[in-house]
């Protein structure tokens, strides 16, 4: 038997924008485990609301005792089932789960299926099957604009694998290049994600970040969010664009880029759909950049379950004992770190826990994130 408990406060603001209610819930949910494999005991599932009003300071615990037999929250238990065998409840060690990066080819997709990464890291662009056709969401990176791998199949290929390993299933991590490509692929998602019962980040870079960065165009924050909105399952991992190498020392997330991810994310009302939220930041300049990443999480954590994912490119500058101490700063529960095998050897973070609960780890923070929607639909439609 394993106890899970969280804590979190969902705010919301009225349509004049003023915080009219701030609800902090305290979700104890209490379920036994099988981590070998075996089955989920859904037997019953403790939530613990506690409304809070600021302004009377009124604290009323209410306990909701959700059961697979009573059919309104039927849903909510349909969402953990998925979590049969592979529940771990604590997410505690997220850097321990690995990456396969721009699997962008059916070579590279068939090798990632085989190997025994966990996520499943692809780019998106619109452009040509084989070169050939119509144009259509395909696997590749700027600037090339041919795959011999389309969205829809790169999907379907992933959804037979993990039906046929359950238990092993692997997460899915999408990097939209452009707003047009992610609004083309609308229709394929609407197709695949509401099946998925493995982990789905969409992933964009909706602000013009670090360094004096101009090359690249950010995806249009308001139109990626009204796109997401319809995946409520989905890990939205918001970046900046970046400009960093080799050569480069000086550089931050500044408080101004940080101001304008969170001025999207209030605007785009993504605080009161709960939806989690990672930002992607590029290592080199994460590690210069702890003050204001900080404050940015802290502003979003109350309303969003969030994390950040730490990446980075082969030759870039990293300074890596300032790295060490952000990643520990957030804590291992709050990091995923998807930065190739020679960064993540000097970092150094320990020689133990692998294997089995790194995935777990993962979906539990799904679990976690699901269990945060769910109840969010539930008290919205109360
Ligand atoms: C689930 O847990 C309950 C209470 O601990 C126990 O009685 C029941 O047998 C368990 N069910 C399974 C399938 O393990
Ligand atoms: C956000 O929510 C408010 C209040 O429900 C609504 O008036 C507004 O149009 C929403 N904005 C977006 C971008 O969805
Ligand atoms: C949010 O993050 C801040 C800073 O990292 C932390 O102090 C706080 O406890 C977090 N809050 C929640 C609800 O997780
Ligand atoms: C976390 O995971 C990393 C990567 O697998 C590992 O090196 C480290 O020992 C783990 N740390 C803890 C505290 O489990």
């Given at each position: 038997m394993i106890i899970c408990s969280m804590n979190m406060a969902i705010k919301s603001t009225n349509a004049q924008g003023s915080q009219s209610l701030a609800l902090l819930i305290c979700i104890l949910a209490n379920f036994a485990v099988?981590?070998?494999?075996?089955?989920?005991?859904?037997s019953v599932f403790y939530y613990e609301l506690a409304t809070l009003?600021?302004?009377?300071a009124t604290n009323l615990p209410i306990y909701i005792v959700l059961q697979q037999d009573q059919e309104e929250h039927a849903k909510i238990v349909d969402m953990v089932?998925?979590?049969?065998?592979?529940?771990?409840?604590?997410?505690?060690?997220?850097?321990a789960i690995s990456w396969a990066h721009a699997v962008n080819s059916q070579q590279l997709l068939g090798e990632s299926l085989s190997s025994d990464i966990d996520m499943i890291e692809a780019d998106i662009v619109l452009g040509k099957l084989n070169g050939e056709g119509p144009d259509l969401p395909v696997m590749a990176h700027p600037?090339?604009?041919?795959?011999?791998?389309t969205l829809e199949d790169f999907l379907q290929q992933i959804k037979v694998y993990n039906e046929e390993n359950e238990g092993a299933e692997k997460g899915v991590k999408l990097d939209f290049k452009s707003i047009e490509v992610f609004e083309g692929s609308l229709g394929i998602l609407d197709e695949t994600i509401p099946k998925m019962t493995y982990p789905i980040w969409i992933n964009a870079d909706i602000i013009s970040g670090p360094?004096?960065?101009?090359s690249s165009v950010p995806v249009d924050p308001a139109r990626f969010f009204a796109g997401c909105?319809?995946?409520?399952?989905a890990v939205l991992s918001i970046g900046w664009t970046t400009k960093w190498g080799a050569n480069y020392r000086e550089g931050e997330y500044t408080e101004e880029q940080c101001d304008a991810m969170l001025q999207v994310i209030n605007d785009n009302n993504v605080t009161s759909t709960g939806q989690p939220i990672t930002f992607p930041v590029r290592a080199g300049i994460a590690a210069n950049s702890a003050t204001q990443l900080h404050d940015l999480v802290a502003a979003v954590n109350g309303t969003n379950e969030c994390t950040l994912t730490i990446w980075s490119s082969a030759n870039d500058y990293v300074d890596v004992a300032q790295l060490r101490k952000l990643i520990f700063g957030f804590g291992l529960d709050r990091v995923y770190l998807d930065v190739p095998e020679e960064l993540s050897s000097q970092l150094d973070l320990g020689n133990t826990g692998h294997g089995a609960s790194t995935f777990n780890s993962l979906v539990s923070f799904s679990f976690v994130s699901l269990c945060f929607w769910a109840v969010s639909s539930w008290l919205k439609s109360v």
């Open positions: 099988n981590i070998n494999g075996a089955a989920l005991n859904d009003q600021p302004s009377e089932r998925y979590d049969k065998g592979k529940l771990n409840a604590k997410a505690t060690n997220l850097t600037p090339a604009k041919v795959s011999d791998l360094v004096k960065q101009i909105m319809r995946y409520k399952q």
